[in-house]
């Protein structure tokens, strides 16, 4: 377990906890009133946040494996430094290996009405394994009336790098067959159910299996979910590229942390810089990409 801050440094700010959460894995619990969020050290992993006027926004599967060997199946996965599989190696771990490392914990302070926890993970021998550069990442977490996260990268090594990332968020919804996505209308994805396809849709609904990534993206994502009557509003930043995933029902079924009806409960939307969108940092540079999550009723 890997703890910066002392848990006195930080008892005056009300509550906020170290845990061993599922599986005995280290984790920060937030309980203030009506608003509540979890973030685990493993893979800086956010997996719960319910704001105080609304219930649960993040899915979480009831099957997630909760050990050190495996990117936890819900809340929001990080995916650094690449997306999907690696190009060149495709032994490495599917979308990259900061969400299976073990994050350290550098700070919690008040933020806003909320409480803003910092974790970070820097490159050592392992991560060179995969991937020779030397990087440092912060994940600067505010859970409050809004869900605030930011990715930060700093390029730490002495020469430039590209990398891919995502905030991969799963949220809860009621049923992925009643819930339109609004913004991305008429805008180009590439289906990577078919053939990674180019395409457009106007109104966007899932009805099928659904694997989709946008270039050409909005600043603003929506989620209308009319079976729990409310709007879940994804407001990025440096983004420049956005991924819609639902595995429909075979391959749920494939998926051994999934049950098997939970795909209809979910869908991933997905802040990222990926494929043709990468970043590319010099050495010293930093980049910073975030995700404001918040929610209204309808
Ligand atoms: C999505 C990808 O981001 O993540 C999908 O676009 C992939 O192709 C999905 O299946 C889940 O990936 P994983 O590795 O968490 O099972």
Redesign the pocket.
Known sequence: MSWTQDQSSFDHIAGVSLIAGNGGMPAVRVSRGALKGELYLHGGHVTSWKPPHAEEVLFLSEHAVWNYTK?IRGGV?ICFPWF?PKSDQPAAP??GFARTREWTLERITEEAGGVRIDVSDRSDERSREFWRFDYALTHRVAFGDTLKMELVVQNAGKEPFLFEE?Q?SYFRIGNVQEVAIDELHNRYFLD?TDGKTKKQHGKITLQGET?RIYFDTADNISIIDTVLRRCITISRKNSRSA?I?N?WIEKARA?SDLGNDEWQKMV?I?TCNIRNKVVRLSPGESHVMGTEISVKSI
Do not use: F, N, R
């Open positions: 990117a996965p999907g599917q979308h995502a991969h990577k694997d991924v995933w595995p998926l991933c997905e």
